[in-house]
């Protein structure tokens, strides 16, 4: 009673003990030469969006939610274990997004490295208007006993966590602890002061932030003429990001260099690839709703007369949605874009051959490879063939039949000028499959004809991804790929609907599935024995295998049998509702001083939305009836347990 007390006089009095903050701009809080930086743009005004995202669907009203399961259920679980179910309700209640319209913004940055080549950067909440945060921020400092006080800043306490390490003695009583508290130089440190809250990698990048919250600092991020270029495109309310790719790379070829594994190698290379340092100035972008949809943009500032193997490719406008008709439905994502005469075949394949390198490939580039096979095999040249090709589309399957052990690669589709040049990259791929294979001649392709389509296909034996190649023609097009189906649907062709609005500039297009992108990250492909080709089937929706603690168990007490099922349902559930939202589409621009990528998820405000934000919640539900902790306590395996590490 006496701590409710407490609380209650805190929020009471808590408005006269908050002092109006000068710095309103997040950026403010951050060194002109950050690296990279994040934050959530103008609160109020992105709050209404995100009440008009869950409306309509259970989050709406989550204490009629709650309350009604609990109403409904004959399971004792759902009374006694349905407690982070209230917490997410709260996270979506109107009373919540009240308080997040009232901060003055949030953002992360990295802003360097250490001795240690580690990176250090913050992450800051200017809490505004916000008693309520505030106070949160405050009391969770306060009450905490494992949060000590390191030191201070400008004034200001910083605080880290600490257990203490408590022995006792011979009577079993605890023996006195040591009082000092010892700072950590890199670890999560965090200070708070009315109108600011700062998480920090360590107290030299926490001091940073709040010297600057307390106007001693100088050259900060919003006053960076790239920052302030790139804001005046991409900030609106929502996230928006900035990145200085030279400066980036450089410190983290520095960090690689001293044998920091900062990054993942190849996962560094293709952004290198893409983000050049050497032609790109600057990155920013923008995820926001707008229109119902929820859009995301991307752009790189370019330097004057910039050249890169990916900017020689993307130099083509005039890109239209015509080659997304040869994308088949379902699947997880597409790009076409179009060649530019008269480099068409320099530009296509000196980007092939900078992502070999990039991913650190031995032996032939894919350019010397093409040259082999032509005079190897008496074809005509790809070179030869890509002047006569308009445009390419590479599409990723949301699902394919593959034989056992199979490598799954993208479907490809060229589009040809005319139909000589479409049946002349037929001779290509057969060329191609010999050459990997090993073969002194020309495969013979076997046929068969899907949907009206007549596909050939090449036998795997040899083939480094393992499986079948598989072509076909019509018309102009060409297809290959490793589902047979597939190839055929893509072959054909189908009506696109909806699509980029706007595609002045336009060097590529694109389209998207979030269905088949969350499916093909939580679920593995069904395989079929060698040899054995079907028609491609709906993969089956694993059980869901949390990376949280961990109870020695009992097979009673495992999550399998009916358990599994369920949850296998639910899952496969929530994908086919991510199937119903429209596709997302997206351009690519290029001008002589940018390079822009804008995607749009049309029904992010709508029933279809709703509906999937309901399926997942069923699927969470489903994995917290998972059984409890077999060595008692009050521990189990539920939603928090299963997903994150729960203390």
Known sequence: MNRFRLALLSVVLAPAFVAAADVTDPARLFPAGTLAYAEVHKPADFGPDLLAFVKGSLLEDSLKYVHDRRDATKDARDLTNKDEFGLIGLLAAPEMSGEFRKLGGAAVAVTGFNDRHDPEGAFAVLTGEST?????????????????????????????????????????????????????PSEPTFAYTPGLFVVGTGR????????????????????????QAAAAKDRHPGLFWYAAPKDLCAKLDAARKAGGETVDADAYALFKLAADPRTVRAASGSVRFRDKGLSAAAAFALEPAAKSPLLDLLSSPGATSDGLRHVPAGATGAVSVTLRKPRRAEALLGLLDAVAKAQGILGRRPSEAAAEARDKFKVEGADALLARTAAVTLVAPGRQDL??????????????????????????ARAVAADLSGAAALPDPTTETVGGQKVFSLPPAGLPWKAPLHYAVNGPVFVAGLDRTLVAAAATGRAVTGGPVDLADAVAVGTFSLGGWVRGLATEPKEAKVGELKPATKPVAQPFRGRGRRFPQNPAAEPDGEQVKLEAKALADWFDSLDGLPAAHGVVRRTPAELRVEWVQPGAHGPAASKAIDKLLGWLDRVNARPGNPNGGTEREGLFNGIITKE
């Open 132 to 184: 309520a945060v505030g106070l949160a921020v405050r009391g969770w400092l306060t009450v905490n006993p494992h949060v000590r006080r390191v030191g201070t800043a400008s004034g200001v306490p910083v605080f880290q966590v600490r257990y203490p390490n408590i022995n006792t003695g011979p009577n079993g009583q605890p023996l006195p602890v040591d009082a000092a508290v010892t700072e950590g």
């Open 204 to 227: 030299p990048a926490v001091a940073a932030v709040v010297a600057r919250f307390k106007g001693e600092g100088k050259d900060a991020l919003a006053d960076a003429p790239a920052f």
């Open 403 to 428: 034989p056992a052990g199979a490598v799954a690669l993208p479907l490809l589709v060229l589009h040809a000028e005319d139909a000589a040049t479409a049946a002349a990259w037929a001779e290509v």
